[in-house]
């Protein structure tokens, strides 16, 4: 039965990720829990877990990666329609979002690089194999792909095409990565498809997540009295047994040895997973370390759990073989423009109107992104930023010959320069104080949500049996939604605070493309081109 809440209800959220404050959010405006009674621990120095942004114009920025956006996250928009915009109270970040995406469209001229050209995307490149495969693919159900990685089901010669080189980049999927993932992309996607090419579809923020979501977010929740707890870490929970084979969470244990006995209307909501957890920074001149999982937080906390309940699903499944879910991204700080004015008339978008471009012949598989500037309110005119990311970094690299996960973030433009052919154009800045950084930042976790899984390996948001716990983000199971997305963990953080508390309402419907005929009529005709 849904409780309803009183004065005495108390809620602990486990993690400071974008789940925990959108359930927070919806405890006090839905649920009516005093926000008072409503704390979150956050193992780090700072909330807002994978959607990040920091530095200054002295030292430079860093941004670990971004995601994307689009019109039907149904989920996460009905949030931040709520939620005053970082630079105006009178404005939402929604309306604001909306507004700065009228300004500034996708329209990607140059999605994909090879030897320093363009790439002519008039076709996707699919052969009929791998048409009839995909079509195949997108009647199975997930019961038959449990485990299967994309390779397992396409020929060699789909991973050649310039739809995987797309799709790969664009959301981060490896040829190893789950099969029943990727089905799930191109379904629920499936209305993005004939656009994908120019990521014709995708939203973006006025300014980096941090600052345009996070932050107002946090402050509409600490302005009412929710209080977030920095550096806080919690390393157990307990549980008890209730009828029926039922369960409550009983007690919070912390890194510093405090403890935290949960009451009657208590009721903790936790972040399992973390695909920004155990970073490691490197900079100009320093390569970073990938970590494990004894460096962790949230990892260590859900394979503790998890050994108690098999209810509580099998971490080891996506924190197991680093090898397979690691990468690194690197931010870029700028106290010159010729690479900004080159990009631009090189793809023919100004900033912020092109996003990922994607050098194909590239061992490590970088791509980089030019978001509109300033991408920090704080960013000076002078300055200018960008990010990228390379898929495969224990190759070694075409210009500097080692793997992208021992390169500082000077090796890391080097083999950038190459590949653009601009390595004479960008010499002058190499050793200048006109390169402020270059960030490398190791990730040994941030793909470990497409790891190859079954159906039960993710935990439900609220488990059978439960009477005051719930699973939050991106490593609970949802039906049909994508993982990797802002919208999943707002999703999640419905399903909890809707699930276990009498609101009157039910998580938003998941918008699928695939279940819009005249989607799956225009992706049928892009994918034959």
């Known amino acids: 039965m849904k409780a309803k809440a009183d004065e005495a209800t108390r809620v602990h959220l486990v993690g400071g990720g974008l789940a925990s404050m959108a359930a927070a959010y919806y405890l006090i405006a839905d649920a009516g829990v005093d926000p008072i009674n409503i704390s979150i621990y956050e193992q780090w120095e700072v909330a807002g877990g994978a959607l990040d942004g920091s530095g200054d114009p002295e030292n430079g920025y860093l941004i670990r990666g971004g ?3 689009e019109k039907h996250y149904h989920c996460y928009w009905d949030l931040l329609r709520h939620i005053p915009s970082y630079d105006d109270p009178q404005q939402s970040v929604y309306d604001e979002t909306m507004e700065f995406n009228s300004r500034f469209v996708s329209d990607a001229h140059a999605r994909l690089i090879r030897d320093g050209r363009r790439v002519d995307l008039s076709s ?4 009929l194999r791998d048409q009839a495969d995909m079509t195949r693919l997108l009647f199975t159900p997930e ?4 485990r299967l990685r994309i390779e397992d089901w396409f020929s060699g010669d789909f991973f050649q095409s310039n739809y995987w080189l797309l799709f790969t980049s664009m959301f981060a999927f490896q040829r190893w990565s789950s099969l029943m993932e990727a089905r799930r992309y191109m379904l629920r996607f499936m209305h993005l498809m004939p656009g994908m090419k120019r990521l014709e579809g995708i939203l973006r923020t006025k300014y980096n997540q941090y600052h345009s979501v996070v932050l107002p977010l946090q402050r509409w929740l600490e302005d009412r009295g929710v209080k977030i707890y920095l550096q806080k870490a919690v390393v157990d929970i307990d549980f008890n047994a209730t009828e029926n084979d039922g369960f409550r969470a009983s007690e919070l244990h912390f890194s510093d040895g405090s403890k935290l006995t949960l009451e009657e209307k208590d009721y903790c909501f936790f972040t399992n997973g973390s695909i920004v957890d155990a970073p490691d920074q490197g900079n100009l001149d320093h390569a970073p370390v990938f970590k494990g999982v004894e460096d962790s937080g949230s990892w260590k906390l859900w394979k503790r759990i998890a050994a108690k309940d098999p209810r509580f699903g099998k ?3 996506f924190c197991g073989d680093i090898d397979k879910s690691k990468w690194t991204s690197f931010t870029v700080t ?12 090189f793809t023919g978008n100004t900033d912020g109107t092109g996003g990922l471009v994607t050098l194909t012949d590239s061992n490590w598989l970088m791509s980089i992104v030019i978001a509109r500037q300033p991408h920090f309110p704080d960013q000076p005119d002078d300055i200018k930023i960008f990010w990228g990311y390379g898929l495969y970094v224990d190759r070694p690299g075409n210009k500097v010959k080692k793997p992208m996960s021992q390169c500082n973030g000077r090796e890391i433009l080097e083999e950038l320069w190459y590949h653009l052919k601009i390595e004479e154009l960008m010499a002058p800045i190499m050793h200048s104080d006109r390169l402020v950084n270059s ?9 470990s949500l497409f790891m190859p899984r079954g159906l039960n390996d993710r935990p439900r948001v609220l488990p059978e049996g439960s009477e005051n716990f719930a699973f939050l983000g991106q490593f609970t199971e949802v039906e049909d939604d994508c993982v990797f997305t802002v919208e999943y963990s707002v999703r999640t953080a419905q399903e909890a ?5 009498d609101c009157g309402r039910e998580p938003l419907p998941v918008y699928v493309g695939a279940h819009r005929p005249a989607a799956m009529l225009k992706a049928a005709a892009a994918i034959m081109e």
Do not use: C, K, Q, W
């Not at 996707?124 to 052969?127: E, F, M, R």
């Not at 605070?497 to 508390?501: A, D, I, P, Q, R």
């Open 315 to 317: 971490p080891e499944v």
């Open 67 to 69: 995601r994307m956006h």
């Open 439 to 447: 960030i490398p930042v190791a990730m040994p976790f941030i793909d």
């Open 143 to 146: 019961s038959r792909l449990e």
């Open 497 to 501: 605070v809707f699930g276990l508390f």
């Open 124 to 127: 996707y490149g699919l052969s």
């Open 334 to 345: 700028l106290r010159d423009r010729r690479f900004h004015d080159y990009m631009e008339e």
